[in-house]
């Protein structure tokens, strides 16, 4: 995939995030791709990633996902993101997050994600939680 291809599906990934709607999150995953996140349990096939952006989404409704950036590294792409957002949902903390990941990409011959391994900060992302983000 070049450059300014590479640019527009995380683009357009990043809108998703943004859009409160997870399938369309899940769209951009091959009919069975996966999603792991923090070395936990990958989430295999359209269904369970809808499930995994869905718990995002649903303890964030004001969330905000933007691109700090995207490129190649070898037969990989490395999307880096920002998420900010209010632990508003359903027992939530009501606390403000601000959390920086990345997202390491093998992206499929029909040019959607068949694998994401995505990492961020669990032990910042849990305090956050608890005692909300500094500077927000």
Not at 24 to 32: H, I, N, R, Y
Not at 67 to 80: E, F, K, L, N, P
Not at 124 to 131: K, M
């Amino acid at each position: 995939m070049d450059t300014a291809a590479l640019k527009d599906l995380a683009t357009r990934y990043t809108a998703a995030w943004c859009s409160q709607d997870a399938s369309s999150v899940a769209a951009f995953f091959a009919e069975d791709g996966s999603l792991t996140i923090n070395d936990g349990a990958p989430s295999v096939g359209r269904a369970a990633i809808t499930a995994a952006a869905q718990g995002f989404m649903t303890a964030f409704p004001d969330m905000v996902v933007t691109m700090d950036g995207v490129g190649a590294v070898g037969s990989h792409a490395i999307y880096r993101w920002t998420l900010t957002g209010t632990n508003t949902g359903p027992g939530g903390t009501g606390k403000p997050v601000r959390i920086s990941g990345f997202e390491v990409w093998t992206i499929g011959a029909d040019g959607l994600v068949a694998e994401s391994q995505g990492h961020f900060d669990e032990a910042e992302y849990q305090r956050q939680l608890a005692s909300g983000a500094m500077g927000r």
